[in-house]
């Protein structure tokens, strides 16, 4: 799976976890920023992630935004770790989209070649 998907999907399971524990369906999850964002909030929105992932110290925040949709959020840096020889980070990741927001926190490790993966 790709790193945007990935990110899609833990994204979506934050929303998921937002959710209220009534909601029957997964009808709800149209409703996540995610799922809102044009292809141009997707660009942005990863491009603001990879450059945190490869360059964000600790404590460390970007913001990111698309002023022609309004979507935006903020990611940061919780912490920097090693899960065997592998460079890690733990994510805050919040965004806005269309009145819609979520957020959560994730683990990243970046792989030997060189990209980054949600960490499970």
Sequence with gaps: ??????????????????????AS???????????????ADHEIFNQALQGILKQGAAGESRKWSNPATKAGGELKVIKRFERGQMPCSRLSIANKAKGRSASGQYNFCEQASG???LAE
């Design 25 to 39: 369906n997964l009808g709800f999850m149209n409703d996540t920023p995610y799922t809102h964002f044009t292809k």
């Design 1 to 22: 799976m790709t790193l945007k998907a990935r990110i899609r999907c833990g994204i979506l399971l934050a929303a998921v976890a937002a959710a209220p524990v009534a």
């Design 115 to 117: 990209e980054w993966k």
